[in-house]
T-cell receptor, first 111, second 114 residues
Framework: QKEVEQNSGPLSVPEGAIASLNCTYS??????FFWYRQYSGKSPELIMF????GDKEDGRFTAQLNKASQYVSLLIRDSQPSDSATYLC???????????FGKGNQVVVIP | EAQVTQNPRYLITVTGKKLTVTCSQN?????MSWYRQDPGLGLRQIYY???????DKGDVPEGYKVSRKEKRNFPLILESPSPNQTSLYFC?????????????FGSGTQLSVL
């Protein structure tokens, strides 16, 4: 089993809709969870991080963490064309100094 | 401007010809790391460094070397590049040694080994 899995294929959503991205991880000792956004040909940039179970909201983005199920998700509300990008889930075990990335999910927002 | 600077942006080379990709950050970050990104495989860590003279292997260190003689610089060295090292490379840095804070990425280096 891969350390961080993002299994969904490209996600197409209409402008204004909610985009939902999922990520599972295998290491139960993981403590920190991140979502990075990467535009085509660009470097990743951090958009959300979450450490505790539950929801964390930042503008149109909500990260959800369920450590019991080893599951982290990202919701993008009121999706805009500028949200079209690949979203990378990343997981870190405290003190490990390693950040494991998933393969990413491409989101396409259709005007 | 706070940034991580990688050079070159694009590099085409031939098998066996030693090359160095430079990485420099101006944020006084303790932690620096190199990743490669390949289609279908995502970002994989090559090496990381927690501080000057402290480096450690990531997931895919074979065929690469690094050094951290100064805090700001973390070059990636390919002593004898091979075609399977054709990839997009990212250098990244972070202020925290526990990597619980965000990574700042460089612009990337697209390497092609013929």
């Amino acid at each position: 089993q891969k350390e961080v899995e993002q299994n969904s294929g490209p996600l197409s959503v209409p402008e204004g809709a909610i985009a939902s991205l999922n990520c599972t991880y295998s290491d139960r000792g993981s403590q920190s969870f991140f979502w990075y956004r990467q535009y085509s040909g660009k470097s990743p940039e951090l958009i959300m991080f979450i450490y505790s179970n539950g929801d964390k909201e930042d503008g149109r983005f909500t990260a959800q963490l369920n450590k019991a199920s080893q599951y982290v998700s990202l919701l993008i509300r009121d999706s805009q064309p500028s949200d079209s990008a690949t979203y990378l889930c990343a997981v870190s075990r405290y003190g490990n100094n390693r950040l494991a990335f998933g393969k990413g999910n491409q989101v396409v927002v259709i005007p | 401007e706070a940034q991580v600077t990688q050079n070159p942006r694009y590099l085409i080379t031939v098998t066996g010809k030693k090359l160095t990709v430079t990485c420099s950050q101006n944020m006084n970050h303790e932690y620096m790391s190199w990743y490669r990104q390949d289609p279908g495989l995502g970002l994989r860590q090559i090496y990381y460094s927690m501080n000057v003279e402290v480096t450690d292997k990531g997931d895919v260190p074979e065929g690469y070397k690094v050094s951290r003689k100064e805090k700001r610089n973390f070059p990636l060295i390919l002593e004898s590049p091979s075609p399977n090292q054709t990839s997009l490379y990212f250098c990244a840095s972070s202020p925290a040694t526990e990597i619980n804070e965000k990574l700042f990425f460089g612009s990337g280096t697209q390497l092609s080994v013929l």
